[in-house]
């Protein structure tokens, strides 16, 4: 064998190792995915009976949903939990169906539908949108795996939908054309703004269609207003211990953890790989699994949920639709930009903030600001313990305010009001290192 055919034999090899590697990620992924699937269905089968789940779902679907609106009180736990389940079953399905690979972003996706598929999403409000972006990727000529994930993400708008058919004084029929006919317009249109607003924080707010998203309900909301009907602010929110629910969801980050850490001991990877990832700013694009592997994101997903579940009991706060929806989607991001040294500070930033306010820190608003504010991971990742706390304030400050705009018909508030806080910020902590840089090399 000359050389040119040992090159050409080493090159085939590398491919199918690859090759190897992508199957094997995927595959573990998937898993992942219907693990979390069955944590959702387990507890249903101690708390609720079949009628009651399916009376649950019945509420929830004709729900207004728009935040905050805590389907453990709409449709029961059982109910809820099963609506969160199947949404992510069939967005899993989805993804398998379009042969698209497992990476750390889609993992994000499919743990935030869950998420929010306890507050605001159902199976009927959220796929008009879905059905909007398809259509959208028709026109454009564009695979629709390309845009799958602002399929999945602009289902944000899910309570416009729902608003629109459920929450204004008009014939149900008529309700349910205009509904459907708004949600694939919002969702025809995600895509293309989704794309630009990504400047306008420079990738320092990991929950960019949540920005998007902010933007389409503000303007849907305008026009609503402009012919007389206004959208009244919600706060249904589930009071009750849920111990069972507890117990699960810290078992669930438990395992995480350690059968992270279990792979990692026993593949190629390495534990320093995991520090590695720590040192990463979770600025976008960071999709951790493609890059530090699946062991070590796991480990880190685990991680983070014990973080913030932990938070959360902390401060005699309690698990309900929405703070379970805040947790899963801390877990999912932690395939994509979130770590335990990003996310913290915002997290401690939101808590000095709330002590300022009469409600404290275990109000549903500091809760969900604290959990969901660590969209802004990626700026104490990248200019410091610090400047992440003040993030994590000012976040605080915005975000129980900019709900108006949009009046809840967006689930992402925080990840509007995020936006809003990076452009903000970001030229600031960009100049002062720039000043602290000049400085030191006048000094040098």
Known sequence: MNNLDKELALHQQDIEEQELEKHRINHRSYLLVYLLFFTLIIPTIIIASPQEIFEGLYQIIISPSNLTTDYFVVGGLGGSLVNSALILIIYTLMVRRLDVDMSGSIVAALFLMAGFALFGKNLYNSFPITLGVYLNSKYTRQPFEKNLLPAMYATALGPL???????????????VVLGICVGVIVGFIAPPLAANTLRFHAGFN?????????LIGMLAVAVLR???????AVAIVFENPTPVLNIVVMISWALFAVVGAILIYRSKYSFSQFI???NNSGR????????????VTLLNMGLMGL??????ILINGNLTGPTLGGILTVVGFSAF?????NAPPIMLGVLIASLFTGGGPGTNAALLGALFGTALAPISGHYGLISGIVAGFFHYAMVVNVSYLHAGVNLYNNGFSAGFIAAILVPIFDTIEEARRSRQNEHE
């Open 161 to 175: 939908v729902s608003q629109i058919t459920f929450g204004l004084d008009i014939p149900l029929w008529l309700g």
């Open 276 to 278: 590695e990832l720590t």
């Open 337 to 341: 930009g979130k770590h335990v040294k």
């Open 307 to 312: 973080i913030s579940t932990t938070y959360v």
């Open 284 to 295: 976008l694009v960071a999709d951790f699994i493609n890059i530090y592997g699946f062991e």
């Open 206 to 214: 990991l929950y960019n269609v949540g920005f998007t998203a902010g």
């Open 226 to 232: 402009m012919f007389g009907h206004e959208i009244p």
